[in-house]
C-alpha cells in the first residue's frame, strides 16, 4: 500500500481505513495467503496527481501482519496491522491492480551491547521529561515505555510513538545496527531545554 506520510515499525500496530478498490483486492489476496502488507512509504510532493512512480517508493519498509479485520456493508475495510519485520523492496513482480514485492530482510544488529544499553537509557531518560502524565495516553505511553528493556525495542517504540513526521523517522527503517537507531533518534528528540543530543 502507497502511502504518504505513513510508515509502521515492528512490534507496533497501525489502524487503517481501506476503502479504494485496488486495496480492497489487496486485502483479500493478503487474507487468503499469508496475511501480511507493507507500507510503501512515498515521497511527499506537492503535485496532488504526482504519479506512484518507482523513485517515489523508499527502499525500506516493514512487513506487516494483518491482526484485525473488520469489513463493512459497503466493501469498505478497517484494519489493524502488526509490524514485524524491516524489509527492503528489491523488485516489483506485480504492478496491478496492487503491487506486489520481491523483498529481502534487514536484519537487527547490536555489535556493541553495552554502549547500545547506555545510548537506550539515554533516550528512555530524555523521552520521559517530554511526556506529560496528564496528558492524552501520557501515563499509558509511560507505563509502556519502562517495560521495555531491550534496546531495539525501545528504539521502534520510541519511532512509531514519539516522532510524528513518518518522513523524518523514515530512514530509521534501512538501519540494521541499534546503535544507529539510537544515534538518529537521540538527534531526532530534544533533550530537556533544546540542548543538543551528546551521544
Known amino acids: 500500500m502507497l502511502l504518504e506520510q505513513c510508515n509502521a515499525f515492528p512490534h507496533g500496530l497501525l489502524p ?6 485496488r486495496y480492497r483486492a489487496m486485502l483479500r489476496h493478503a487474507l487468503e ?5 507493507c507500507i510503501g512509504h512515498l515521497a511527499a510532493s506537492t503535485d496532488p ?3 506512484e512512480t518507482d523513485d517515489r517508493i523508499d527502499d525500506y519498509s516493514t512487513a506487516c501482519i494483518i491482526r484485525a479485520c473488520i469489513g463493512n456493508a459497503d466493501g469498505t475495510s478497517h484494519l489493524v496491522l502488526q509490524g514485524a519485520q524491516r524489509i527492503r523492496f528489491l523488485a516489483w513482480d506485480q504492478y496491478e491492480p ?3 514485492a520481491r523483498v529481502e530482510p534487514v536484519p537487527t544488529l547490536c555489535a556493541r551491547k553495552a ?5 537506550s537509557k539515554l533516550l528512555l531518560d530524555r523521552v520521559l521529561t517530554l511526556i506529560a502524565p496528564d496528558s492524552p495516553n501520557g501515563q499509558q505511553l ?4 519502562e517495560t521495555l528493556s531491550d534496546p531495539a525495542h525501545l528504539a521502534d517504540f520510541v519511532a512509531a510513538n514519539l516522532i510524528h513526521n513518518a518522513g523524518a523517522r523514515q530512514p530509521l527503517l534501512g538501519m540494521s545496527e541499534v546503535e544507529d537507531r539510537l544515534d538518529f533518534l537521540l ?5 530537556a531545554g533544546g540542548n543538543p543530543a551528546k551521544t
Open 16 to 21: 487503517l481505513y481501506i476503502f479504494e478498490p
Open 33 to 37: 495467503n499469508d496475511r501480511l502488507l
Open 49 to 51: 496527481d504526482a504519479a
Open 98 to 100: 496492487f503491487r506486489i
Open 115 to 119: 554502549k547500545a544499553a547506555r545510548k
Open 142 to 145: 509511560i507505563s509502556q515505555l
Open 187 to 191: 538527534h531526532l528528540v530534544p533533550e
